[in-house]
């Protein structure tokens, strides 16, 4: 294979839930540190609902020599409650965040002192200054709870405004757009790297639920060969790796900023995937 420009790659991992899980993320972890990520990032439950979980992961990333983004997120909070998780997280020696709104869990009313992630940027903005480097999430196929393109182009926009320094879209299978919508963030004057949310396929079913749950689309031929597939586990790895590289390819040839792989907790399709980009560990 011909040298390739390196690009910036993070990957994000939820908290486990159980001993084991603990021991094989933190095996999945080291395999994936070969690539030699920027940062790694960790999820946060349903109104904060993993909390210790979420942060005794960051803690884990950061003992390994790595830097570490911790999700946090804000419906259904408190500005106090932000403002000790925050407080946690800078004793911690964390420096950079993920800034959503988040769920809240179910059977809970809207409640708290925040409605927006844009409130939440602002409010970690006025608490602790420059001190976080604050990622903020994209849509480029439209948040499924948006009026319009138009309002959700906007909505984004506040986050920016509001302090942001970067973005991760949500994964995507359709190249054009994620460039259409680095476009109309530039043309709103929105100059922040904005990094595309890579989605490996390992498994049909847990990628069509997944994606209905999220509101990404799967485009028609790829459904459509994934349901072709059936039971057929190898052909939809074969699959999976040629179409997940492919896009890979066409945001790194466009001037992506970088990659960032939801791994799911797994390693394998996500370093398949960077080897055959000419990302993998050096020989």
């Avoid at 909390?51 to 992961?57: C, Y």
């Avoid at 420096?95 to 939440?120: C, M, N, T």
């Avoid at 586990?233 to 790194?252: H, N, P």
Wanted: charged share 20%.
């Amino acid at each position: 294979m011909t040298a390739t420009p390196q690009i910036p790659l993070s990957f994000e991992f939820f908290p486990p839930k159980t001993p084991e899980g603990v021991e094989k993320l933190r095996l999945v972890r080291q395999q994936l540190y070969a690539l030699k990520p920027e940062f790694c990032s960790v999820t946060f439950g349903a109104g904060g609902s993993t909390q210790e979980g979420t942060f005794s992961t960051v803690r884990d990333i950061l003992t390994e020599g790595i830097g570490a983004a911790s999700h946090i997120s804000c419906i259904g909070a408190t500005h106090a409650k932000v403002r000790e998780q925050l407080a946690i997280l800078k004793a911690m020696g964390v420096k950079r965040l993920v800034a959503l709104r988040g769920d809240l869990p179910s059977g809970f009313g809207v409640g708290g002192e925040f409605h927006y992630a844009s409130d939440l940027v602002a409010f970690v903005r006025a608490e602790t200054g420059d001190y976080f480097h604050i990622e903020v999430a994209a849509y480029p196929e439209v948040h499924p709870q948006a009026r319009s393109p138009e309002a959700d182009l906007q909505a984004f926009a506040t986050k920016v405004k509001a302090g942001a320094n970067s973005a991760i879209t949500q994964y995507f299978y359709n190249a054009d757009a994620y460039f259409r919508f680095v476009e109309e963030a530039d043309a709103l004057g929105l100059s922040l790297p904005i990094v595309p949310g890579i989605m490996p396929i390992a498994s049909s079913t847990q990628l069509m639920r997944f994606s209905d749950a999220c509101g990404a689309e799967i485009p028609r031929w790829i459904r459509l060969r994934l349901q072709g597939f059936g039971d057929d586990a190898v052909s939809i790895k074969a699959f999976g790796l040629d179409v997940v590289t492919d896009l890979c390819e066409q945001l790194r040839a466009g001037g992506a900023p970088g990659l960032h792989f939801y791994s799911m907790n797994q390693s394998a399709a996500t370093l398949e995937v960077c080897n055959r980009l000419g990302q993998g560990p050096a020989d």
